[in-house]
Nanobody, 122 residues
Framework: QVQLVESGGGLVQPGGSLRLSCVASGTIFKIYVMTWYRQAPGKQRELVARITDADSTHYADSVKGRFTISRDNAKNTVYLQMNTLKAEDTAVYYC????????????????WGQGTQVTISS
């Protein structure tokens, strides 16, 4: 089985920074795409940032220039550095991983973490 666990959320004042981490563990051969999503109260879950196994990145327009996604393949970990935070960044942030579990199993499965709360408020 595979688990994704996020950490690093919290309460920060506007203009502040946070660094989220997501660690994948379990039966993992290779992690392809890792994506951060967020869901604010009363809103749909939205993509925040994505990074491929080739380190190609994609960001939502709302976070470009403020957020940076990165990964450490040796640690099966993806990070989201969030700077210049705004009240509208308040949400539960979820990590998603596209994972091949075994070398003989070509299917890629999608796994989600449980989420970490990020609150931006003065």
């Amino acid at each position: 089985q595979v688990q994704l666990v996020e950490s690093g959320g919290g309460l920060v004042q506007p203009g502040g920074s946070l660094r989220l981490s997501c660690v994948a563990s379990g039966t993992i051969f290779k992690i392809y795409v890792m994506t951060w999503y967020r869901q604010a109260p009363g809103k749909q879950r939205e993509l925040v940032a994505r990074i491929t196994d080739a380190d190609s990145t994609h960001y939502a327009d709302s976070v470009k220039g403020r957020f940076t996604i990165s990964r450490d393949n040796a640690k099966n970990t993806v990070y989201l550095q969030m700077n210049t935070l705004k009240a509208e960044d308040t949400a539960v942030y979820y990590c998603n991983g596209e994972i091949q579990r075994r070398v003989v199993e070509t299917t890629r499965f999608s796994y989600w973490g449980q989420g970490t709360q990020v609150t931006i408020s003065s």
